[in-house]
């Protein structure tokens, strides 16, 4: 497992407080607070910030100065995603808008018979769209880190089912895999991140961003044996407050690709096509605090 865990910080009792806080306060006042929290974590959590500065300056390109500076917005972001979901937590939802537009593309994917894929990445604000979108035609199961503190948890089963959401944790005893096999033998739907690999799943290694990566592929076995609809969506800030756009392209590879293997790493592949464009396209909205690009037992970042 890599150092980033993706555990939301704070515990029950500060994340309890900080939604008090949020019923009472308007958010814009607590962002103003986010350069003093960002210079905290980028002083006393080093490896995590380095992280991202190294992908910045080695993967994307960036001059020293403007990936140095490129990492403390792309942690201001974070944390302004992070409020957004407990503003709405607070009972804020009506504040944030995505396009009517958007939302019936969604709902395009979601109105076929046939089981479907979601393939997400951390990148943006995807959790957002599970409380902005509406009630879904067909219901959407959620594969989440199951190590979340039991407040966050409660807010987000809270917020996702009265819009036909649930959650499956993700856990060591591997009971999420009997219920993703029962959303698929129900034709229901299935979203997840793509780039966060779990250690003794199935994976593969990629070329992302000009080197080799590793991304998980069992979900494209178990799309293949199900013949589910594959689909990348995206929810990124759209550049200005409580507005947000939803990027949405199918994953499809040749017909011509033959073997249920074959055809997994296919998809995989698609799949990281179609995520190096959106970072390429939104660089600061990248959020794998850890050294994505080790392919080793080694933690060692690039050192050119």
């Not at 991202?52 to 994307?60: C, D």
């Not at 590879?253 to 990281?272: F, L, M, N, P, T």
């Amino acid at each position: 497992m890599p150092e980033w865990k993706g555990k939301t910080g704070g515990g029950d009792k500060n994340q309890g407080l900080l939604i008090t806080i949020l019923k009472r306060v308007n958010i814009r006042v607590i962002y103003c607070l986010l350069p003093f929290v960002v210079c905290y974590y980028l002083i006393f959590a080093p490896r995590r910030a380095y992280s991202i500065y190294s992908y910045l300056r080695r993967r994307q390109g960036f001059s020293f100065f403007r990936a140095a500076i490129g990492t403390y917005r792309n942690h201001i972001l974070f944390g302004k995603f992070l409020l957004d979901r407990f503003y709405i937590f607070a009972g804020h939802r009506e504040r944030y808008k995505i396009s009517n537009m958007e939302k019936e593309l969604v709902e395009k994917y979601f109105s076929t018979p046939k089981p479907l894929v979601m393939v997400s990445a951390h990148v943006g604000n995807f959790e957002i769209s599970s409380y902005l979108c509406g009630k879904l035609s067909k219901k959407l199961n959620v594969l989440a880190f199951a190590g979340e503190t039991e407040q966050m948890q409660k807010f987000r089963t809270m917020a996702m089912e009265e819009n036909n959401i649930e959650i499956i944790g993700v856990s060591e005893t591997m009971e999420h895999i009997f219920k993703i096999n029962d959303a698929f033998a129900n034709s229901e739907a299935l979203t997840l991140t793509g780039d966060r690999v779990f250690t003794g799943r199935r994976n593969q290694k990629f070329n992302f961003l000009g080197k080799e990566a590793i991304f998980p592929t069992a979900i494209y076995n178990m799309a293949e044996r199900y013949d589910a609809d594959l689909i990348a969506m995206f929810v990124l800030w759209a550049g200005k407050n409580f507005t947000y756009k939803i990027v949405v392209e199918p994953i499809t590879i040749d017909s011509s690709i033959k073997g249920r293997d074959a055809r997994a790493q296919a998809y995989g592949q698609a799949y990281v096509s179609i995520l190096e464009k959106v970072v390429k396209e939104y660089p600061l909205q990248w959020f794998n605090f850890y050294n994505f690009w080790r392919t080793t037992g080694s933690t060692d970042y690039e050192k050119n």
